[in-house]
């Protein structure tokens, strides 16, 4: 059988999409890159947006004109709407995310106990682009109450994975030239707190450094509530990317008292602190949502201020969208949408200037960087892209193509919004994930 593979969404989606192809192959299908040519599509959907939401619905769409016969749906969408994903065209069956870690078996009736995985773990899927990094989901589901998010009701409460089977999916990404792994989950800080010895994520990465020769280690979103300042002495060991995704959401108190966060202007701004005091040139990251429910001119400016003041290396900015099933969506006093798209290209504006501000820091120092991708460029030479661990995008010329690799790299001048750098040396061979 000829099976397509699509995701929707977030990196968590996205390595288990990895693992049915694993699963796929080691059962003797055959995996397509193009929908025109697949018997069955598999599609990761999400609902984190409404955009993401049609999205979704857009694939099996065009799945279904595409002429495919079995269109198999799991993901955040197909576990709140299932009726009605189940009622469109060419879709003949659904899987809640409660269950979605067995739909290869399910489907296809087979124990994968009884198989090695191992020796195809990291076979690229047909029709995505070559993969330096290794997505691991070491943890599903979320017992946080935030008014805002659908993502918490469509995964479920939190499930973690064993040490043993997270440092075996790293073990293969390595061996498979993964240079570098990031670990993912919908709360990711929560891991280990349901397992029957109750654990920290801490335990979780000390574990993989010690045991397994990972050349990176990215560490994706954290909740600044699962932290503390200890957490942050792990970055003693250079292989962990200087680079923490902490969301905020909001820089008013009373804001964040309305989303049910567990955090607090104050409390985040101590962490921040504590990071940047213990890891040297981390780039710090964020979440921030405009327009919520309530957001007076007030509370806004309170972002604002915030904001400017925690000077991020970047920031996903976005607009509020009403999601049904959320306590959010029937709270009074809603934003009208064109205040909520103001007020995000007025926080746009602010985190693009301390983005640019912090890669400007950089100009003329010396870093490692891993390059992602790289097509001809003029004369002879290849156009290279790739990323410093703390998440520094760069980009340069060299006379061979270079993928796969973590090449030493001198950062000449910021141009066009990205830094341009010259690679000191160039490698003897290419590896390819």
Known sequence: MNVFL????CRLNQSEIETYARQFRTAGHRLVGKMEEAD?????????????????????????????EEIVVTGCLSTLQPEEIMGMPGVVKIVSNQVKDDLVPDLLQIDFNEFDLEPISRERIPGSRVRTRAFIKVQDGCENKCTFCITTVARGEGRSR???????DIRSATKANAQEVVLTGVHLGSWGYDLEESQHLRNLIQKILEVTDVPRLRISSLEPWDLNEEFFDLWQDRRLCRHLHLPLQSGSA???????RKVTPDSFENLVTAARNRISDVAITTDIIAGFPGETEAEFAETVAFVEKMDFAGAHVFTYSEREGTAAATMPDQVHNFTRKERNQRLREITDRSAES??????????????????????????INGLTDNYLRVQAEVSQPIQNQITQ???????????????????????VG
């Open 6 to 9: 699509d995701t929707v969404g």
């Open 40 to 68: 069955m599509m598999v599609l990761n959907t999400c609902s984190v947006t409404a955009a993401a939401a049609s999205d979704s619905r857009q694939k099996m769409r065009q799945a279904h004109k595409q002429g495919i």
């Open 162 to 168: 064993s040490i043993e089977a997270i440092v075996s």
């Open 254 to 260: 009373s804001t964040l008292r309305r989303m049910a």
């Open 358 to 383: 912090f890669r400007n820091r950089f100009i003329g120092q010396e870093v490692n960087v891993l390059w992602e991708s790289v097509k001809a460029g003029d004369k002879g030479q290849w156009r």
């Open 409 to 431: 790299t001198k950062l000449i001048e910021l141009k066009g919004g990205g830094l341009h750098g010259k690679v000191l040396s160039l490698p003897d061979s290419i590896l």
